[in-house]
């Protein structure tokens, strides 16, 4: 398993490393949550997470301060993906009226009907969500730009998704660091093309002031 762990700083994604593992438990992300810290990780505000089993216990135990946001898209395909295809239109109007509201009182409500109409045939999306709640809801505190920018992992995923193109067509490697620069070289190509600033950086670092100002370097 290799691992890619991406970061907003400035506006401008990054990429903080790369590992390999031969599986993912909360032991191998307190090693590498540990290592980022002796490299000078000192703070990490809000972590988006895809719900990697032991990754929020370990960013508990070496950034006790960090919000995490479970990854609204991770939630809802792991939640519908048994959904009957006659239902699954109306099922998702539903459930977007839930992670899609104004706050988070509003989504417990919509939360609440959702359970209400769907509970007989498919009881255990609403059990998951509730129980996932206390941080699949983070998100409801900020304003739009900043919950665009933490209510999906999509950009880190779409970086290993290319990293994957790269080496599925060799099956064998001789050791791992002959896969480490494969993917070091691959990365690099990659993220050439992360130049551009986020577009409403300036409101995002505002509200970001507000939210952590004894935190954040306004510098």
Avoid at 141 to 162: C, D, G, M, S
Wanted: aromatic share 12%.
């Amino acid at each position: 398993v290799y691992i890619a762990i991406g970061v907003q700083m400035d506006g401008i994604r990054d990429v903080l490393g790369m590992w390999l593992g031969e599986n993912v438990c909360a032991k191998f992300w307190l090693s590498i949550l540990n290592g980022l810290r002796t490299r000078g990780v000192q703070d990490i505000l809000i972590a988006c997470v895809g719900g990697l089993t032991g990754l929020t216990n370990a960013i508990e135990a070496v950034y006790p301060r960090t919000e995490i946001q479970q990854c609204i898209i991770h939630q809802i395909r792991n939640t519908t993906r048994f959904v009957s295809y006659k239902d699954i239109k109306k099922l998702m109007a539903d459930l977007k009226r839930v992670y899609g509201a104004v706050d988070e009182q509003t989504a417990l409500y919509e939360l609440d009907q959702f359970e209400e109409i769907w509970q007989g045939k498919y009881p255990k999306i609403a059990q998951s969500w509730r129980t996932n709640w206390p941080n699949l809801a983070t998100y409801f505190k900020y304003p739009q730009e900043v919950r665009t920018l933490i209510y999906t992992t999509n950009a880190i995923e779409n970086f290993n998704r290319q990293l994957r193109k790269v080496t599925k067509f060799k099956s064998v490697f001789t050791t791992d660091d002959s896969l480490l620069k494969m993917l070091y070289l691959a990365m690099m190509d990659i993220t050439k093309k992360w130049t551009g600033r986020r577009r409403d950086w300036g409101i995002i670092h505002s509200q970001l002031e507000v939210y952590f100002g004894d935190r954040l370097d306004a510098d």
